[in-house]
């Protein structure tokens, strides 16, 4: 029999008799008892690692002063004890801290979320994981969260009730996430959700449907655009979603059997990665969806004629989402189908080659910048600037595009700590900060997920309520090809240089 003083805290437990018959399963029983701490919440250090439940008194050696650790949830707790000599006396005690110990639910929950180094995950409630994951990768764009916080709670006269009340929710659900280290319940947006657009509210048998991500997406931009446009809401940038999110694409549109040729000018939110037999990366894949065959009348044939559109990018976003094209309704089954063909995709995207000559052109001195900068980190020396650079210098800054120009407006401060007449631009490369997957081989199956992209740099898997954390060389694992999560969005962050 083994006895010694234990000192918890505050407290001091004299004469702890440690039955060394006994496992050390009981000694933690014991410790239990004296202090509350649950024998579960106890990792106590010996030599040589852990002391297990199970591990033998004898093969421990233990020495007259032992510290034990309770490590739970990032925090430790000191169990320390010495040996009672045989007069009664004990060995000098380490002290406690004068801090007591806090438990990570005793924290603040701000402080909470520091220290786990994610927000909230989402309940479903009821094949809702379309939308959560939809929440969640939209949630990780600060610009977004910034435009709604400044958004007004009075409804305007522009708007109408059902899209105020849909972007209101939007930004207390984004508010609660950002506060809360505890899953979230989206009761009030999907409620509003489904009175904005019925179709999210579908039964069958008496339980909500499964509904396309991609589709709760768009409608959520949309709603949002129509929102953070109002006149009311902000003068300084008419269009906050455009700027973030908008792709401005110029079509030639071509009639081979008239020799009929236009051009067409549209906005959209994003790129289509068309799946064939041909395709097996992104790349591929962006490059068929900005090239597309339809039927439409020839005025110069006087009937139906095939047109070919050919699209490039001619004005760029903050954010640039990409969506696989993997459902498609299938005629022979009457209903939707899955493409589960493997395509890669990565973790930098280059969108240059798909860009018009004019924005070639705007993006040439930003892109050049952006090489010299890596050319520096990697120890080379940056190419002197010509008199004809600079003169590229001041042209770009001349006509940039003010689409292109929202949500990058803050100045760069100088050496000095003042702030410079420069503005960021874009270079038309971009890096991925979210995927949301689909897993699962039927459309109105299956299970959504969002894989979002920290401020530290660590991802984080948000299935619903449970987040977890993730190795960046995995994310990009997600490419299908059999009954795993699959990409079917993807969302890329611009790098911008100052100018």
């Known amino acids: 029999m083994l006895t010694v003083s234990v000192k918890w805290q505050k407290e001091l437990f004299p004469k702890v008799e440690i039955d060394t018959s006994q496992p050390p399963y009981v000694f933690k029983c014991q410790l239990h008892d004296l202090t509350g701490v649950p024998p579960e919440r106890q990792k106590i250090m010996v030599k040589g690692g852990l002391l297990k439940d199970d591990a033998n008194w004898a093969t421990l050696g233990v020495k007259e002063v032992m510290v034990f650790y309770d490590y739970f949830t990032a925090t430790q707790l000191l169990f320390l004890w010495s040996k009672i000599d045989d007069d009664g006396t004990a060995d000098e005690i380490v002290k406690t801290p004068e801090k007591g110990p806090v438990f990570m639910e005793d924290l603040p929950e701000e402080e909470q979320m520091v220290a ?19 929440v969640q990768c939209l949630h990780s764009v600060p610009e977004l969260k910034s435009a709604l916080v400044s958004y007004p709670s009075q409804k305007s006269s522009d708007l109408d009730h059902t899209s105020h009340m849909l972007t209101a929710a939007t930004r207390e659900l984004f508010n609660e996430l950002d506060k809360s280290v505890k899953p979230v319940a989206p009761m009030q947006f999907w409620m509003v959700l489904r009175k904005k657009y019925p179709q999210f509210g579908q039964l069958h048998n008496g339980v909500y449907m499964q509904q396309d991500a991609e589709e709760c997406w768009t409608q959520l931009l949309y709603t949002l655009s129509q929102s953070l446009r109002s006149p009311s809401f902000s ?79 001619n004005a760029l976003p903050r954010y640039l989402t990409v969506q696989f094209v993997r459902f498609f309704w299938k005629r022979e089954s009457n209903q939707k189908a899955k493409i589960l063909r493997k395509v890669d995709y990565p973790l930098q995207l ?40 600079k003169d590229n210098d001041v042209k770009m800054t001349d006509v940039e595009r003010p689409s292109n120009e929202s949500g990058e407006s803050s100045k760069p401060t100088s050496k000095e700590g003042g702030p410079t007449d420069k503005k960021s631009h874009l270079t038309g490369i971009y890096d991925l900060v979210a995927v949301l997957t689909h897993k699962g081989r039927s459309a109105d199956s299956g299970h959504y997920v969002a894989w979002v992209k920290q401020e530290s740099g660590k991802w984080i898997e948000f299935d619903d309520d449970n987040p977890v954390p993730q190795r960046e060389e995995d994310i990009t694992k997600l490419s299908g090809g059999g009954d795993w ?12 240089v100052p100018m």
């Open 116 to 134: 786990v180094g994610h927000t909230a995950g989402l309940f479903n409630l009821g094949n809702t994981c379309y939308m959560n994951s939809t």
């Open 350 to 389: 280059d969108v240059y080659d798909f860009c018009s000559d004019d924005l070639c052109k705007k993006l040439e001195a930003p892109r050049q910048i952006l090489r010299d900068e890596e050319g520096k980190k990697a120890g080379l020396k940056a190419k002197e600037k010509t008199s004809g650079s």
């Open 235 to 313: 003068s300084e940038n008419p269009d906050t979603i455009k700027a973030l999110f908008g792709i401005e694409l110029v079509s030639r549109v071509h009639c081979q059997e008239s020799g009929e040729e236009s051009s067409e000018t549209e906005s959209v939110y994003s790129l289509k990665c068309h799946i064939s037999q041909e395709v097996n990366h992104l790349h591929e894949g962006l490059k068929h969806g900005l090239k597309s065959e339809l039927e439409k009348a020839s005025p110069c044939l006087g009937r139906s004629a095939i047109y070919l559109k050919e699209s490039r990018i």
């Open 485 to 496: 999560h699959m990409a079917y969005i993807c969302m890329y962050k611009a790098r911008t």
